[in-house]
Structure formats: C-alpha cells, structure tokens
C-alpha cells in the first residue's frame, strides 16, 4: 500500500484531513505521530491509518507530508535517516521558513524530489489556498500530483521560493480572524449587544470582500462607494489611518518575515 502519509497530526493534518474527506479523497491516508490521543481522534474522525512506527509509516508513503512545527523538522528528518529513503518519493514540507536548500541537506536519497507547500486552514472547508514551490529539477509529472493533491481542498498557486514567506504572513486566515474579533470587541464597547456586534462585523468583512472578489469593481471603487465623505463610514476609516492602522499592518507582516528567518536559521 502506497499512502498520502503525514508525519505530525497536529492543526494543519486535521484541517487538511478533514478538507481531503468532505471531498471525497479516496486514497488512502496515513499519519504518524507521537502521541496516541492525536492518531485516536483523527482515526475516529477521518478514518485514516494510523502508524506509530515512524519508518514504517515512510515506508508506506507515495508522498509524505513533512507536518511538524519548523524545530522539529530537522530532528524528524534526521531520525528517519538519509539511508531509509531508497526509492523515488515525493517529500513535501509544510514548516514556514525552512528552505528547501535545508530540507535536502536533512533527508536525501535516490529519487528524493522536495517541495513546500502552504495551505490554508480554511482548506477543512473546501475552500482553501496552498502556495507551493518545487526544488530544482523536480519531474513535471509529479508536480502535477503534487498540485492535484492540495488542488482537493482548493486553490493552488505556484510561487517562487524567494516569495514564500512573504506570501505566508500575508495569506494567514488569522488576518480575518483578527479583524473579526477586534471588529466584534469595539462594537460592544460603542454599545451592541455581542449578537448584532458579531452580525455586522461578519457582514464588514467578509460580504464586502465576497462582492470584490466576485464582482468587476476595482477595490478603489468599491472603497469610494462605502466610504462617503464626510459620512461615517469615511471618518471611521480616516481616524484608523491616523491611529496607524496600515503602518501595524506592515509591522506585523515585518514580524511574520522574521519569525520565517529564525525558522530557516534554527
């Protein structure tokens, strides 16, 4: 039996498992991980195979998914061991900030084609995004498989490596999340109740980014008609802007950036 294999059952398995499932992905799917409670649950959940022994989960891979955090990576990789990987596989790291130029230098072998990858939480619902970038020289063929495989959970878009991390901090769903929240909390604190508080925030967000992304209005359009001057959609937008809302934004992309270079330091 030849597996999608994941190594790691944490957040980023569950969503991409459970994603892979509303689907109807019918190849059979593997994890590996330390701790018994996180393969019983996605066993119970998903159905998938559950493998403690880590060599003989990559023994059982067709493509194995590389899904522990960035410090645990090189230890994962080393304990699996260059001389374990004898055939040609498909070896896809999901750790933000790890080079593929680290990657190869962990894990090599025969055949050993190596591609990171990104997706997105949102991925669980169908409706995901994955950035992918592929080492040099990996067959077009398996790009393909590659591409099929995330392409299950939503779209997929190839990107070069020098733009990985930037796309990472910028693609996150935590950004509508964080919005949403602080969105929610300032409702209340000018007086809605958290029900209608978390209604018209859901609606700022995310049915205006719906009609943008789905409509042929440009951004600056759609800015000039919800923001009248001298309305109160303008003044709110306007003392944001002055309490530095855009500058926070970049500094917090600038921090993301960082973090990705400890990870590729570490």
């Known amino acids: 039996m030849k597996a999608t294999v994941f190594l790691g059952g944490g957040r980023i398995t569950g969503a991409l498992v459970a994603g892979l499932r509303l689907a109807g992905y019918a190849k059979p799917i593997l994890v590996h991980d330390r701790h018994a409670r996180k393969l019983n649950e996605l066993k119970r959940q998903y159905g998938v195979i559950v493998e403690r022994d880590l060599h003989r989960a990559v023994e059982s891979a067709r493509v194995l998914i590389i899904a522990v955090r960035p410090g645990s990576v090189r230890g994962l990789l080393k304990e699996i061991g260059t001389e374990k990987i004898?055939?040609?596989?498909?070896?896809?790291?999901?750790?933000?900030?790890?080079?593929?130029?680290?990657?190869?230098?962990?894990?090599?072998?025969?055949?050993?084609?190596?591609?990171?990858?990104?997706?997105?939480?949102?991925?669980?619902?169908g409706l995901g995004l994955t950035a992918v970038a592929f080492s040099r020289g990996f067959p077009a063929g398996r790009r393909a498989e590659v591409r099929d495989l995330f392409g299950v959970v939503g779209a997929v878009l190839e990107i070069p490596e020098k733009q990985f991390d930037a796309f990472t901090v910028t693609f996150s769903s935590s950004h509508g999340y964080h919005a949403l929240a602080a969105l929610i909390s300032a409702a209340e604190k000018i007086g809605l109740d958290r029900k209608r508080a978390r209604l018209a925030a859901a609606h700022a967000l995310a049915d205006g980014i719906a009609v943008w992304r789905e409509g042929k209005s440009s951004l600056e359009e759609l800015l000039h008609e919800a923001a009248t001057p001298g309305g109160t959609a303008a003044a709110v937008m306007d003392a944001m802007n002055r309490a530095g809302y855009r500058q926070a934004t970049v500094r917090g992309l600038r921090a993301g950036m960082k973090q990705a270079a400890r990870n590729a330091r570490d």
């Open 86 to 125: 004898l055939r040609p596989m498909i070896v896809v790291s999901l750790a933000a900030g790890v080079p593929l130029s680290k990657l190869g230098s962990y894990l090599r072998g025969p055949g050993v084609k190596w591609a990171r990858a990104m997706p997105s939480p949102v991925c669980r619902s």
